[in-house]
Structure formats: C-alpha cells, structure tokens
C-alpha cells in the first residue's frame, strides 16, 4: 500500500493539528474547486469497523470538521458551533481509499450558515450530509 502522502493531491494540508482531530484524523484540506471547499482524508486500519468497513462514524466526523472549517472559512469568524447536523449514508468505504468531501455554503444570514457536502471515493458516492452551524 502506499504512504498517505503519496494518496493525497497535491496541495493537501493537514488540518488535523489540535485536539480531537489529531486523533479521529489525519485530515487534509485540498485547494478549493471555485466556491466548493474540499478536504480528503485516507482510510486508515483505525477507521475501520469490525464489518471491514468505514465506521460511519468516522464519516460523520470527517464531515462535521470539514463543515465547521467551511464555515469559519467563509464568515472569517474564529469559531462556528454545529447547531443541526443531518447525513445519509450511500456506500461504504473501503481500506486505503481516498475520501474526499466537497463542501457548500446553501445560505448565509447574519448569525448562521446553512451547509451541504458529499462525500466519495472516486466516482462512488458514500454519504451526504447537510447542517447549520452557529457564526461565533
């Protein structure tokens, strides 16, 4: 198999640098696609579940700080809280995939921003998630 780095596309930068994230992770942001943030991780043994799958879990995790960071991203506020976080799981993931989310603002008021992303291996969609986080 080969290393992480050598699955991830150029420009990945590995947000997972405090807390949590450093544990759940490694998790990589990737250049922007126009308005769509995106942000990558690969499957690693510690993500899987006992049915040799992705846990689902990890999905929700991955999506859930790559919504978050979308959302500071685009406020420029230093923090944003999840108030509402909703997913739909499509397929699973597999040992050493690369998992990439792609991130988008729906709506943004004064005080919230209104979140969807999907996430995939490829052309194999696996969960799509939708939220709304809290702007500071």
């Known amino acids: 198999m080969e290393s992480v780095a050598e699955s991830l596309p150029e420009g990945a930068q590995n947000i997972s640098i405090g807390g949590f994230n450093r544990f759940a992770g490694p998790f990589y942001r990737l250049p922007d696609d126009g308005d ?39 406020t420029g506020a230093n923090a944003c809280s999840t108030v509402s976080f909703s997913c739909e799981f499509m397929a699973p993931g597999h040992l050493a995939d690369l998992i990439e989310i792609r991130v988008r603002v729906s709506r943004r008021t004064k005080g919230f921003v209104f979140l969807s992303a999907d996430i995939a291996c490829e052309a194999r ?11 500071g």
């Not at 510690?46 to 979308?70: E, Q």
């Not at 969609?125 to 702007?135: D, V």
């Open 36 to 74: 769509i943030r995106r942000f990558a991780f690969v499957a690693l043994d510690k993500h899987m579940n006992s049915a040799g799958s992705v846990h689902g879990g990890v999905l929700m995790t991955f999506a859930d700080i790559a919504m978050s960071r979308t959302s500071r991203l685009s």
């Open 125 to 135: 969609a696996l969960m799509q998630a939708s939220g709304l986080w809290r702007i």
